[in-house]
């Protein structure tokens, strides 16, 4: 095994684990972890194929992981503010109900 | 069947994946979400390691400030509301589920392997030809030529993707951001001490990333950062929320786009540089996304986790700042 | 401005008027996005004459040729569907403006600008990687805009991020197959390097999947009927009309690139032609029994997802691909407006009557029949009866069936076309007086007129589109599908 498939398949293997936890577990946070994992391999992947050969490693590949990485905080970050808004709903119906 | 043989591989190379791999799984199997949390952070930091193992040290500075930051909030998040209880599920259906769950994952994964084994081992001649094409950028650095040059549409969009994430977040968010009355001794030396190393930190990063890696996403994230502990630590001027602090996030985008615009009518093409000038209008352009990116970031993740609270403005000051530092 | 710079105009208008919203007060903000949308409508028209001049308008941003950099072109997609986004934000922006209810908020203004810049930015996209990172600001936005529903909207609108953000995560596996193959992420120069059916066959594969998580097409489909009535009225009308056609010209475009490249192509082109029938089927058949005006319309959506995919099989079998294509991009177009005009009309009616309950609405008809007429005409359109826009395109693809032997599909077009009718009149039935009361006694608070006007003039837009469809055809036409950037 070289080096390229080792980290391929991990990426493979780290992104199917996230994807399947993600529509699986059902934890709101659990889940966007979840996500952020899944995407974590994929990274791993492009990252990988931009390394490819002796020379120095391919700029676009890394420039795009970083924009990715970038977007996925930004989804993170917003859901978070809904999963928040979600469980006070439900806190606030629990107290009605009791 | 082939035996596996990891003649090729370096032994390190192989145990940071299998770290990663690892904490991959705590992170999603811990039931708790602080320790799903905690496994997340380690699994960001690990990923930051693999990232510079792959000869990609500008992807490592981001992952662990921005992964940092993220496991960060979703720790907050998760220290400070009590954890909703799940309704109980028979215990042979869940059983079954998971069973199902990781047949389908294994049936995709071993799809997935197969197409990428006919993946060859050549490098992409996009590499080389965009290195050769470096120098005509503006910069010597090849990602900020990429990101700030090249393919600057893409780092527009995701600018914007950050902005309105931001305005979604203020619009959504319940929690009004109230300021921190007396922050404590412990939280004033952070100010003092911590919140200026970082910033000092993000200004290095932003004017770095011309030369070497670094750049406006990894000083922008560093400064959300210290934005956000300077908040919990009580520095009034740092609240990320309200009107003023959308004018600063906008502004970066705007002048994106400004600049694209004047890109277009001086050389016929939108966001083109021209060659006299590109140094530093993507310097002065990171600058301003550096700021929006802080602002956007800070904003985005104190709505997420807003609640004035001495456990989490310790947490909070512990990750980022981890994060922040590597 | 030469044509290739109007290319990216439709983009960066609303994005920058959006990004102005978030810091104008609310009546600058809705002027600005008024004034957008007309000029972005113009930026249509003008493209649509270059491109029936001199075909596709190419703009290598930045003047970086790919593979180093970016390239986008107008062909005549682009130019209908940006012609449909600027029509449709401008519709749901009049109706926002006149009630800020149907609106949400002031959030609004700024997400509906992202929205508008990044569908714009996709009809345009000939590079995988931006597209996918135009889909993710229109997640971003489109997310944001559910959850202005109010508290309850949140759970729908969170569902949407994850089914959706999982859809973009299939994508990037699908651009870095792309990228790791071809070396290069533009889907030309990709395509003309691709040689393995294997690897080629994934990567469609994976944009299908991604891509039906995103514009909910059966069976990955069941978040779209909790978050489109969620939503505030303005934003169903936009979810529902232009949202959800991203993604589907990206599918689209993947398909038109890297189709021809794989023996694969024509399995999963029958498998996506399956998904799209169950899709109408389901959508119809479940449309007819719910009792809520909005539900109704959002399984109608459901439904009409299936006819859009449906171009997909048909491509591969007709002798003539063009009138697939051109079919299914016409009954998209129609889709479109009249799903627009629709929900609009709709969230009237419900805002008037107090509820969007079918039994609730006893009587409205006489009070709002303009409204009414709305809903009425859109749903005529949606069935594809003549002399609407809708009936163009189904007769096109009926013809395109034929063509290739496929009676099923007609079948299936004139079925579902069938549902769609009885649902429609199902809905009109509620809204009309008790039997025996003629009095129109019904007490209503009547919503501003331009909330009454603005869909019956859409809906009257795709009657009258089709009438002159060789407008629409003639710009399809002049740049084609499959002609290659």
């Known amino acids: 095994m070289t080096t390229l498939q080792l980290f391929m398949y991990a990426g493979a293997f780290i992104l199917v684990v996230g994807v399947a936890a993600t529509l699986l577990v059902r934890d709101l946070i659990r889940r966007l972890i979840a996500l952020n994992v899944a995407s974590g391999g994929v990274m791993l992947l492009w990252l990988a194929l931009a390394d490819r050969g002796d020379g120095e490693p391919d700029p676009v590949p890394q420039a795009l992981v970083l924009t990715g990485i970038v977007v996925m905080a930004a989804v993170t970050g917003i859901a978070i503010v809904l999963a928040r808004r979600v469980e006070q709903l439900d806190d606030d119906l629990e107290e009605v109900e009791q | 069947m082939t035996v596996i043989a990891f003649s090729d591989v370096d032994v390190l190379d192989v145990l940071v994946v299998a770290a990663v791999a690892v904490t991959a799984i705590l992170a999603i199997a811990i039931p708790r979400r602080v320790g799903a949390t905690i496994a997340f952070l380690v699994f960001g930091l690990l990923l930051a390691l693999l990232w510079a193992r792959v000869a990609a040290p500008d992807v490592a500075i981001a992952e662990a400030a921005l992964g940092g930051g993220v496991a960060g909030a979703l720790l907050v998040d ?12 028979d215990h042979r259906r869940a059983v079954a589920i998971t069973a199902v769950g990781a047949a389908l994952g294994a049936v995709t994964f071993a799809a997935l392997a197969t197409v990428l084994s006919r993946l060859t081992a050549e490098p992409a001649d996009l590499g080389p030809l965009a290195l050769e094409a470096v120098e005509r950028s503006g910069v010597s650095h090849p990602i900020t030529a990429v990101l700030l040059n090249f393919r600057n549409l893409d780092t527009l969009l995701e ?46 990063l932003l004017v770095a990333g011309t030369s070497e890696p670094g750049g406006a996403f990894q000083a922008g994230a560093v400064l959300g950062a210290a934005l956000i502990i300077a ?50 209008a993507i310097l002065s352009i990171e600058t301003l996304l550096t700021v929006s990116i802080g602002v956007a970031l800070a904003m985005l993740f104190l709505a997420a986790g807003s609640r004035d609270d001495a456990a989490a403005a310790d947490s909070a000051a512990a990750a980022p700042a981890l994060g922040g530092a590597a | 401005m030469s044509a290739a710079a109007l290319v990216l105009a439709p983009v960066f208008l609303p994005l920058a008027v959006g990004a102005l919203s978030a810091v104008l007060p609310r009546r600058a903000a809705a002027t600005l996005t008024v004034i957008a949308a007309a000029a972005t409508l113009m930026v249509a028209v003008l493209l649509g004459i270059a491109v029936l001049d001199a075909g596709p308008v190419r703009l290598e941003v930045a003047g970086w040729a790919p593979p180093v950099g970016i390239l986008l072109a107008a062909d005549g997609l682009s130019v209908v569907m940006i012609g449909l986004s600027a029509i449709a934000v401008l519709a749901a922006a009049l109706v926002a403006a006149a009630d800020d209810h149907f609106a949400g908020g002031h959030a609004f203004w700024p997400l509906v600008g992202a929205a508008a810049a990044a569908v714009n930015g996709v009809f345009v996209a000939r590079d995988v990687f931006t597209a996918f990172v135009l889909l993710e600001l229109l997640t971003i936005a489109s997310v944001a805009l559910v959850a202005l529903g109010g508290a309850r909207s949140a759970a729908a609108a969170l569902r949407y991020l994850f089914v959706a953000v999982t859809g973009s995560l299939f994508f990037l596996l699908a651009v870095a197959l792309t990228y790791g193959h071809t070396g290069t992420v533009d889907l030309a120069r990709a395509a003309e ?62 398909v038109e690139y890297f189709g021809p490249l794989t023996d694969l192509a024509a399995p999963l082109a ?60 016409l009954i998209t177009l129609a889709h479109g407006v009249a799903k627009a005009a629709m929900f609009l009309a709709a969230g009237a009616l419900a805002a008037a009557a107090g509820t969007g309950r079918l039994d609730g609405l006893e009587g409205t008809i006489s009070r709002m029949p303009w409204t009414v007429a709305a809903i009425g005409l859109a749903g005529v359109s949606l069935a594809g009866l003549p002399p609407t826009l809708g009936f163009v395109g189904k007769w096109m693809l009926v013809q395109a069936s034929l063509d290739a032997g496929a009676w099923w599909w007609l079948a299936l077009l004139l079925g579902g076309g069938l549902l769609t009718f009885a649902y429609t009149a199902r809905m009109l039935r509620a809204t009309f007086n008790p039997p025996g009361d003629f009095s129109g006694a019904r007490e209503l608070t009547r919503p501003a007129r331009t909330v009454a006007i603005v869909p019956l003039a859409l809906a009257a837009l795709s009657v009258v589109l089709g009438l002159i469809p060789w407008l629409l055809i003639d710009v399809l036409s002049a740049a084609p599908m499959g002609g290659g950037a």
């Open chain 2, 78 to 89: 998760a220290l400070h509301r009590r954890q909703p209880a799940q309704p109980k599920r």
């Open chain 2, 159 to 204: 600018i914007a993707v950050v902005v309105f994430a931001a305005v979604g977040a203020a619009a959504l968010s319940r929690d009004r951001i109230r300021t921190v009355t007396d922050p404590g001794p412990v939280r004033r030396v952070i100010a003092v001490i911590i919140v200026p190393a970082l910033v000092l930190l993000a200004a290095w």
């Open chain 2, 231 to 280: 908040h919990l630590c009580g520095v009034r001027a740092a609240r990320a929320a309200g009107g003023r602090a959308l004018v600063l996030v906008v502004a970066g985008l705007l002048a994106f786009i400004l600049l694209g615009g004047i890109g277009l009518a001086v050389t016929g093409t939108w966001l083109a540089l021209d060659l006299s000038w590109a140094f530093a």
């Open chain 3, 193 to 254: 390097r691709a040689d393995d059916t294997v690897i080629v066959g994934a990567i469609i594969a994976l944009t299908v999947v991604g891509m039906a998580a995103k514009t909910a097409l059966f069976p990955l489909h069941s978040w779209l009927p909790a978050a489109h009535p969620a939503a505030p009225t303005a934003v169903s009308a936009l979810l529902s009309a232009l949202v959800i056609k991203a993604s589907i010209v990206i599918l689209w475009r993947i």
């Open chain 3, 270 to 329: 029958t498998a996506v032609g399956v998904a799209g029938a169950a899709a109408v089927l389901w959508g119809g058949v479940l449309a007819l029994r719910r009792d809520r005006l909005k539900s109704i319309i959002a399984y109608s959506t459901v439904a009409q997802v299936g006819y859009m995919v449906l171009l997909v099989p048909l491509v591969f079998t007709a002798s003539d691909p063009q009138v697939a294509w051109i079919g299914g991009i």
